[in-house]
């Protein structure tokens, strides 16, 4: 008969064994595929010739695939080849290459090879101010991931660069706002989404400038066209930057407010998200009474009641990724994780614990997630921590807590370890320190914040 222990180690043994049998069937079917599209390449070179353009969609297929098997210098050289037989057929500067240099781009930083990403950025950015291009939504989303390119670029490229990265951020998100409004008109709901990005885009500057380092240091060098020719203290660099971002939820509301026939479920809901960053900046009491307007509203208008409570159901972690318009499409852009039933009204109710999770970009960007999740760093090497967490219902600024006032319901309080190290690898500084850096939506019942118990599954990247 097996003891316990024994039993135990067998089941252990067991399920390392199914762990490396996946792993090996995943790395099996991943050189399979490899191996398809490179006969595919061969066979479309036999049949065509060396320079024919059907050769570029296998090119950067295969291209990809080696990008996931972190084949970085093979990869290149496909989509090298890639751009050289599209600007063979279609000249030098021509839209065709757009997506080659893109995906080119995201190779060079993910082998983090900046001096190659930087000038291939600097190319894209010079297409667009020199080449014609098409207004669409495609040059949208362009001026977007080279902006987010810049950001990842402000904490992984040399500190030398930092500057550099940070002022292409300012230019692109105008780039992105001009060209928003001149799609779809300074009053349509579409240019809402790239006013709620420059926001985004602004917090999480702000959040690396807030750590210090090299983002402070450089800090002169963004948003160069105000005239800031000198460094910029963290108090003035915060009051910028929400001014700046409330600046553009502003123009949101604006938007839905002047709409004709009157969308009154946007104009709540472009409230909800100044709501937000009022909590952001520790402006709690402005953001209560707008969230609870917001709740109000919103039954009001006639929006299903089931749908509100669930949307205010448990905490979110602010700033939200995308601006959405309507109850509906918030519920579906939710993680699977927070769109169970909604917890009802009542006795006991704010005592449910609700199960969040965050993963943190990088140590330069303490407690703030990623620009994009194309450029997550998390990994199977990464830190994982899980706390426990109170939500207050109320707020207090009585006195001060570690240089701040203590107060907000969207602060977590009563922080406690669960799983974990409580100290970060090589650094003094306390990991419950990040947690008490994010700010959260508060749990609603009937319109009313109220207290919730939570837990947080955190993850950090390994390098710290």
Request: with cysteine; charged share 25%.
């Amino acid at each position: 008969m097996f003891t316990r222990v024994q039993f135990a180690v067998m089941l252990l043994l067991i399920g390392a064994f199914a762990r490396g049998q996946d792993q090996t069937e995943e790395n099996l079917a991943a050189l399979a595929e490899l191996d398809r599209a490179r006969e595919i390449l061969e066979a479309t070179e036999t049949a065509l010739g060396r320079d024919a353009m059907d050769l570029v969609e296998p090119l950067e297929q295969l291209a990809r695939l080696l990008m996931a098997e972190n084949q970085f210098d093979d990869a290149d050289n496909m989509l090298d080849r890639a751009i050289q037989i599209t600007r063979y057929h279609n000249g030098l500067h021509t839209p065709a290459q757009l997506s080659l240099i893109t995906t080119r781009i995201d190779n060079f930083s993910n082998r983090q090879a900046w001096d190659d990403a930087r000038e291939q950025m600097d190319y894209l950015f010079a297409y667009y101010l020199r080449v014609p291009v098409t207004l669409n939504s495609n040059l949208l989303e362009q001026f977007i991931y080279l902006a987010e390119q810049h950001i990842r670029g402000a904490t992984e490229d040399s500190e030398i660069e930092q500057g550099r990265h940070l002022s292409r951020v300012y230019q692109l998100n105008q780039a992105m706002i001009t060209t928003a409004i001149e799609l779809y008109g300074e009053d349509s709901p579409l240019t809402a989404p790239y006013f709620y990005r420059q926001a985004l885009h602004l917090y999480q500057v702000k959040k690396g400038h807030d750590a210090g380092g090299r983002d402070r240091t450089n800090s002169n060098l963004y948003y160069v066209l105000n005239g800031n020719s000198a460094g910029w203290s963290r108090l003035q660099y915060q009051r910028f930057c929400y001014e700046e971002g409330l600046q553009m939820l502003r123009r949101i509301t604006e938007v839905f407010n002047e709409l004709d026939p009157a969308d009154p479920e946007g104009q709540a809901m472009s409230q909800l998200y100044l709501a937000d960053w009022y909590m952001l900046f520790d402006r709690a009491g402005m953001a209560t009474e707008i969230y609870e307007t917001v709740y109000d509203t919103l039954l009001a208008i006639g929006v299903d009641k089931d749908q509100v409570a669930s949307l205010f159901s448990q905490p979110r972690i602010l700033p939200v990724p995308q601006f959405y318009p309507s109850v509906a499409s918030a519920l579906a852009g939710l993680p699977a994780t927070m769109t169970g039933t909604a917890a009802g009204s009542g006795t006991g109710a704010d005592n449910i614990a609700h199960q969040l999770s965050f993963v943190e970009w990088s140590a330069d960007y303490p407690a703030t997630r990623s620009a994009s999740s194309r450029f997550s760093r998390a990994d199977d090497d990464s830190v994982t921590l899980r706390y426990s967490f109170e939500l207050p219902d109320e707020n207090e600024s009585t006195f001060l807590y570690k240089h701040r006032f203590r107060q907000t319901i969207g602060q977590a309080m009563e922080v406690q370890l669960l799983e974990g190290h409580r100290y970060i690898r090589g650094e003094d500084g306390d990991n419950n320190d990040r947690l008490e850096q994010l700010r959260f939506r508060p749990k609603m019942i009937d319109g009313k914040p109220v207290a919730s118990r939570n837990t947080l599954r955190y993850e950090m990247p390994a390098s710290q």
